[in-house]
């Protein structure tokens, strides 16, 4: 079985400001892939990153990086130059080899102009 | 890039009616979808694993005789409320995998809001 825990129902952070999200998982695989989600208003998932457990290198995407911390099952997500547009519900997930996603509960984040 | 369309994106019904909800992989074949419901203000719950050509897989807890799922092709899948009740108002979200591609991620539709009068 596999569970995910996000610890933080909501973030607010300044326009322009960093902020982190946290995230942190258990699983029995031993070789699994880990995700962070965007759900805007309009409930469509969007792919903000991934990380493959066997790469130690965190995964960036331009404002979008991960600290993946593998002995302790954490992978958090840091948004940089945060925009109004990057406002949404952020879920953490992890698959396993059947790529059976299990979704954190999820945060909500908002920033402010 | 993969394109997962999923419709309706709409129903509202009464109590009683069977909905039907498609998810369709656009531009790559897929012999497995997903199907998620996620309540108001709560994350993603996978309801079942749907598999090409063989029966669906269903998470604990979640009937399989109410959500009937078929999967005939490699490029579309359906999940039927069947006889729903207000209950069963959620948002359901389909999601689906490449052929081949165990390292991609899997994509998803743009969900279906479900309202059951």
């Known amino acids: 079985a596999q569970t995910v825990t996000q610890s933080q129902p909501e973030m607010s952070v300044q326009e322009a400001e960093t902020v982190t999200l946290s995230c942190t998982y258990d699983t029995s695989e031993s070789d699994y892939y880990l995700f962070w989600y965007k759900q805007p208003p309009s409930r469509q998932m969007i792919l903000v990153i991934r990380q493959e457990a066997y790469k130690q290198q965190n995964a960036t995407e331009n404002r979008f990086s991960v600290n993946f911390q593998k002995a302790a099952k954490s992978f958090s997500l840091k948004i940089s130059d945060s925009q109004l547009g990057d406002a949404a519900m952020y879920f953490c997930?992890?698959?396993?080899?059947?790529?059976?996603?299990?979704f954190g509960g999820g945060t909500r984040l908002m920033v402010k102009p | 890039g993969a394109v997962v369309s999923q419709h309706p994106s709409r129903v509202i019904c009464k109590s009683g009616t069977s909905v039907k909800i498609e998810c369709r992989s656009l531009d790559f074949q897929a012999t497995t979808m997903f199907w998620y419901r996620q309540f108001p203000k709560q994350s993603l719950m996978l309801m079942a694993t749907?598999?090409?050509?063989?029966?669906?897989?269903?998470e604990q807890g979640v009937e399989k005789d109410k959500f009937l799922i078929n999967h005939a092709s490699l490029t579309l899948s359906t999940l039927t409320v069947t006889s729903a009740h207000p209950e069963d108002s959620s948002f359901y979200i389909c999601?689906?995998?490449?052929?081949?591609?165990?390292?991609?991620?899997?994509?998803f539709g743009d969900g279906t809001r479900l309202s059951i009068l």
């Open positions: 749907s598999n090409e050509g063989s029966k669906a897989t269903y």
């Open positions: 999601s689906a995998r490449e052929i081949g591609n165990s390292n991609q991620p899997q994509h």
């Open positions: 997930a992890v698959n396993n080899a059947g790529n059976m996603l299990t």
